[in-house]
């Protein structure tokens, strides 16, 4: 369908309209004609063709942070195969287009180890609280939260260039998802000097890998144990917020069979795992030699045999055998290989890459798949993606406000890469899910009802006014809410991104909805087309 542009038809009608559909429903079109019998087997290799072009448009939106405006193009003479073979497993360093890449060079958190970094702001806020007068105490303390702030949006800046410029689109999207389930709230403490650290080493590398190394590296990380203070649990002090939320949200579930004695008793198991006082050039605290062959420091992380309790332990009914640090990870493969683990951790997969309330023949093959596999993520989204259900689902999910923002910008401006990533910073902040933004360590809900409210909808146009104008395409200076308004009132003045025309958009024409289609065909201008597009249900959704 060529697209006109007649005279001006009042674009409030046109969006209340498909707000509708997308609040109540998934595409119309997609819901009449399921996507799931034209598609074959996803990681055949040769199995699709060129009729299966709206579908494979649709599994690009699943499998990525979105498609872009070329489209199944991009898969070039690769297959969706060997395609989907890549992203399950990719090589160490995907390379980021330069522009992007010079970006992430140039932050505090890339030249500087995370060890100086957290020493020199821990240093910088006690010299703050000690200045003289109360003026320069609140001078200097600004300026410390300033600094602050700005490594977390410097580590929220990187994940916003990687999830729109790296080729291993679903090592970026699966980093999102186990961030989320090992949320950390970059807002408290000075866990904002950190969380860009906790993404890079303990998260990302093993977004595609073993559960078990995955659980490791959080637990060890210091993000992590000053977010649920286990930095504070200690023999005689015991402090069980950390073993309860480990066990409760990060293994087994709430309904895992676990009792309030197994929490108790992790959170002995735990104590002494904590964070350094100083650099690892720094000499050990002195204890009694018994106990310096199990004094462990590796960075920030620390284990201070000192302050473990070293009683006898029992375990989900049974005893652990092993001591000190050894003790910590007996747990830890316990917990990683309870079948409860096996059933929480691939339902949440499965809300995440499928949708609402996965139908129970679908758990079970996922479940099998993690035991099976000793938690091997990358073989569970494999058989995922071999599903009848993955693939009935594609272009039904409603899209969260990270992956709308995304997605967005991705279709908008592709491989371009942008000046600054305020703008969708600022949008993310405006949709209520800012990055590393969750209070509460159960993260954000995956489930599509959370982000569906009038005022959701309402900053959702919004928004896809802004892409569908160019707004992204120049750098936004701060206050960044005062900025939003100028970026916007000067819209006009900028070339809007071709979205009618882009391969994307022609090969997912036959599943839009009649609403869509009418809505679409009465746009007054490229401007007011690419407003209704990214407005539609069928954009809501992926």
């Not at 072009?53 to 070329?70: F, I, K, M, N, Q």
């Not at 949006?153 to 916003?160: K, L, T, Y």
Request: glycine content about 6%; hydrophobic content about 40%.
């Amino acid at each position: 369908m060529t697209p006109t542009y007649p005279l001006h038809l009042h674009r409030r009608t046109l969006l209340l309209g498909l707000a509708g559909c997308a609040v109540f429903g998934a595409p119309l079109a997609t819901q009449a004609a399921p996507l799931a019998a034209a598609v074959p087997n996803t990681t055949s290799p040769g199995a699709w063709s060129a009729a299966d072009e709206p579908t494979l448009a649709h599994l690009l939106d699943r499998v990525t942070w979105g498609c872009t405006a070329s489209g199944t193009q991009a898969l070039g003479a690769m297959g969706i195969g060997a395609y989907l073979a890549a992203q399950l497993r990719p090589g160490a360093n995907a390379a980021l287009p330069r522009e992007a890449q010079a970006q992430i060079d140039a932050m505090a958190i890339s030249r500087t180890p995370i060890e100086t970094l957290a020493a020199d702001m821990d240093a910088r806020n006690r010299a703050a609280k000690a200045r003289p007068t109360e003026d320069e105490r609140k001078a200097a303390l600004k300026d410390w939260q300033q600094d602050m702030r700005a490594l977390q949006q410097e580590a929220a800046a990187r994940f916003v260039l990687r999830a729109l410029y790296s080729p291993s689109q679903l090592r970026e999207k699966m980093t999102w998802f186990w961030m989320n389930h090992f949320n950390v709230f970059a807002g408290k403490g000075s866990l904002r000097a950190l969380v860009g650290d906790y993404e890079e080493r303990a998260v990302r590398p093993h977004a595609l890998g073993r559960f078990r190394d995955l659980l490791g590296a959080t637990v060890r990380h210091p993000a992590m144990l000053r977010y649920l203070d286990n930095a504070q649990n200690a023999a005689g002090r015991i402090n069980e917020n950390y073993a309860r939320e480990l066990m409760e949200l990060h293994t087994l579930g709430v309904d895992g069979g676990y009792s309030q004695q197994d929490v108790q008793e992790l959170a002995r198991v735990l104590t002494g795992v904590g964070i350094a006082r100083q650099p690892d050039s720094d000499e050990p605290p002195r204890m009694k030699p018994a106990l310096r062959r199990h004094y462990v420091r590796d960075g920030l992380f620390e284990f201070n045999p000192q302050r473990h309790d070293w009683d006898t332990k029992t375990l989900l009914g049974q005893p652990l055998r092993a001591e000190g640090l050894a003790e910590v990870d007996e747990a830890l493969d316990r917990l990683a290989r309870a079948p409860a683990t096996a059933r929480f951790i691939t339902r949440k997969i499965a809300l995440f890459l499928v949708g609402d309330n996965p139908p129970p023949a679908l758990l079970q093959a996922l479940a099998r798949s993690f035991e099976r596999t000793d938690g091997d993520i990358a073989a569970v989204l494999e058989t995922l993606f071999n599903t009848p259900d993955f693939r009935s689902s594609l272009g039904q999910r409603f899209r969260d406000p990270v992956h709308y923002v995304l997605a967005g910008l991705r279709l908008a401006h592709g491989d371009a890469v942008l000046p600054s990533t305020e703008p969708a910073l600022g949008w993310l902040q405006r949709l209520a899910e800012p990055l590393y933004g969750r209070a509460t360590p159960d993260g954000y809900p995956l489930d599509a009802a959370a982000w569906k409210g009038s005022g959701q909808m309402s900053t959702r146009f919004e928004i896809a006014r802004a892409i569908g104008a160019g707004v992204a395409t120049t750098p936004m200076p701060t206050p960044r809410e005062k900025e939003m308004r100028m970026a916007e009132q000067s819209a006009s003045q900028r070339t809007p991104p071709p979205l009618a025309q882009s391969a994307y958009v022609r090969a997912l024409q036959s599943t839009w909805s009649a609403a869509t289609r009418n809505a679409l065909a009465q746009a007054a201008s490229p401007r007011e087309w690419n407003l209704l597009f990214l407005a539609s249900p069928e954009f809501m959704h992926g």
